[in-house]
């Protein structure tokens, strides 16, 4: 007979017994109950997970979670989902959580059953209203107070970021500010096109279009299209293969783009979706670039690819 079924009866019988061996007084343990029970697993999704280099033991994995909700099972949700990524994945390196409240009346009192959690050096809580007039070179700071601020107030804002980033971001840096800021305004002001909000910016797609970043992926695309155009061109005409190869690594510089950013977000992409956004037409992928801001998720990005 296996050592744990003798346990079980044993506590079982006597549940009390558990007590007395972990020396905890409880003045009625007659009351308790002892039994095995199953724990039904459910689907369970980490907002994000940093992971350090496998060969550096040393620097833990991070939990992180954005929570701008309030929901009184979060905390049980979220250590569950923790502890279970460490059963199945068992790694070498040490945990830590990091979670990111708007403000401190979003959060839900997680003391009851996970105050010694919540009060370890394990859990990291920020609360993003302390975050007040960050430095002008924290770009990433200025952009989350961007995301935070009135609607009323954002533009004002954005120009004043924007004139940050054209003076203290190089080239291969300020297209990489100059999109977020643009995508968090979409987001903001949905009302709004993206010219509109571009010309209240006070740049455009050729001031992006002349930095390294967007020079690098058109030229890119416009070689891939060129080397299609000729060969097109030996056939019908070179005149018009180059033409059509021109077209061609526009529309493909432009796909590259989105998939890039949906990368960014989400990891890597299914072969599938990749393919279907390199097949959209010019006009859909403006509409897609439109929408950036409502597509959350990876199941958003494949519900909009199979609307149109």
């Avoid at 991070?62 to 979060?74: C, K, L, R, T």
């Amino acid at each position: 007979m296996k050592t744990d079924s003798l346990f079980y009866r044993l506590f079982k019988s006597s549940p009390g017994l558990v007590l007395e061996l972990a020396g905890l007084d409880c003045y009625d343990a007659k009351a308790y109950r002892f039994c095995s029970e199953e724990i039904k697993q459910t689907a369970f999704r980490l907002d994000g997970i940093l992971t350090p280099p496998q060969e550096n033991i040393d620097l833990p994995i991070m939990f992180v979670e954005v929570q701008f909700q309030p929901d009184a099972n979060f905390y049980s949700r979220f250590f569950c989902e923790i502890f279970f990524y460490l059963h199945q994945n068992r790694p070498r390196q040490p945990w830590q959580a990091i979670v990111i409240y708007p403000t401190r009346q979003v959060e839900t009192d997680g003391s009851l059953h996970y105050s010694n959690l919540l009060e370890s050096e394990r859990i990291k809580r920020i609360y993003l209203e302390d975050i007040k007039d960050p430095p002008t070179d924290r770009m990433g700071l200025q952009l989350i107070q961007l995301i935070l601020v009135d609607e009323e107030k954002a533009i004002n804002s954005a120009q004043n970021l924007i004139k940050h980033i054209k003076i203290q971001a190089n080239q291969e840096t300020a297209v990489h500010w100059l999109e977020w800021v643009e995508t968090i305004l979409v987001y903001k002001l949905p009302k709004l096109g993206r010219e509109e909000i571009q010309k209240m910016l006070g740049y455009n797609d050729i001031e992006l279009k002349q930095t390294r970043f967007y020079q690098d992926v058109f030229t890119e695309g416009q070689e891939q299209g060129l080397e299609k155009g000729l060969e097109k061109g030996l056939e019908k005409g070179l005149k018009q293969g180059l033409q059509r190869g021109l077209q061609q690594g526009l529309h493909e510089g432009e796909a590259k783009i989105l998939i890039r950013h949906f990368k960014r977000l989400f990891g890597d992409l299914s072969s599938g979706t990749v393919s279907r956004i390199q097949q959209l037409n010019n006009e859909q992928l403006e509409t897609l670039a439109d929408h950036l801001l409502e597509i959350k998720t990876s199941n958003d990005l494949e519900a909009w690819l199979k609307s149109i």
